[in-house]
């Protein structure tokens, strides 16, 4: 068995499964196994950082996968790995304006510890990025802090991980409040860990949270197919904050806005 390596966000979701040829068609059964599941949420974890929350959303995905052409390992293994709106039920995954303009969040310091400080000063500056860019406003309640958990005080909250399966994960708008978390992993304040900065990745989990997908996942990028429940809000940014390196991009220094990422966000968020 092996994993494979989405530089600097983590590791992909699928693992390679010994007795699943490469040119075997993969059946749904196989398909889940190969599919991260964290432990202590529940969450399938697909397309090195992003969720899942029902095994009903994973096998719609599995299906999209299907009917676009035979799945076999090797195909799954790729697809794990401007900007574009994430869709659902045909509609714009977005916050709406009032909300938009209050995304409270917590920063576990019991959690983060000695790694607390340069948690916060991260995010302070990703989130002032999309801040410039869109009608956005980021609010961290410190008040919330020392208690930070999914709770109806604050959006969301950033906590630690340990899993190991990625540098960190966010959610969409449109994910429930109970999963609505942004988790860092314990990689990522290793000193082996040189890919990208804090901050780049910070930029990069939060566009998830304001509604934006994986820019790779568009044809021109001709590989990484995640599904089809987009839009397109600019044209198709290579060297987009939101497109892995590995899948034909462009970026080879840290993750940072592009002027199709900060005109796509102000599009969503005038």
């Not at 964290?38 to 697909?46: A, F, H, L, Q």
Request: include cysteine; aromatic fraction near 10%.
């Amino acid at each position: 068995m092996k994993t494979n390596v989405v530089f600097g966000l983590g590791l992909l979701s699928l693992a390679m499964v010994g007795g699943c040829g490469g040119g075997e068609q993969l059946s749904w059964e196989q398909f889940q196994t190969m599919i991260y599941r964290e432990p202590d949420t529940g969450m399938y974890i697909v397309n090195g950082d992003e969720l899942i929350s029902t095994e009903r959303g994973l096998r719609e995905l599995y299906d999209q996968l299907v009917a676009r052409e035979a799945l076999t390992a090797d195909k799954v293994a790729a697809v794990q790995q401007s900007l574009i709106v994430n869709l659902v039920d045909g509609q714009d995954d977005k916050w709406d304006g009032t909300t938009a303009m209050n995304l409270t969040y917590c920063v576990s310091k019991p959690m983060f510890g000695a790694h607390y400080d340069r948690v916060v000063e991260a995010l302070d500056s990703a989130t002032a990025e999309w801040e410039a860019a869109g009608h956005v406003n980021y609010i961290h309640d410190v008040s919330q802090d020392d208690t930070c958990s999914p709770n109806s005080a604050v959006v969301f909250d950033v906590r630690l991980a340990c899993a190991g399966r990625y540098a960190a994960r966010s959610f969409f708008p449109s994910t429930p409040r109970i999963n609505r978390e942004l988790f860092i992993d314990c990689k990522v304040f290793s000193p082996d860990f040189t890919r990208y900065t804090l901050e780049g990745v910070m930029r990069h989990e939060l566009g998830h949270t304001l509604g934006f997908r994986h820019e790779h996942i568009r044809p021109e990028a001709g590989v990484c197919f995640e599904d089809n429940n987009w839009r397109a809000l600019t044209t198709y940014d290579s060297a987009s904050v939101m497109h892995y390196p590995n899948c034909n991009g462009t970026n080879t220094g840290d993750l940072v806005l592009t002027q199709k990422d900060k005109k796509g966000a102000g599009i969503l968020y005038p």
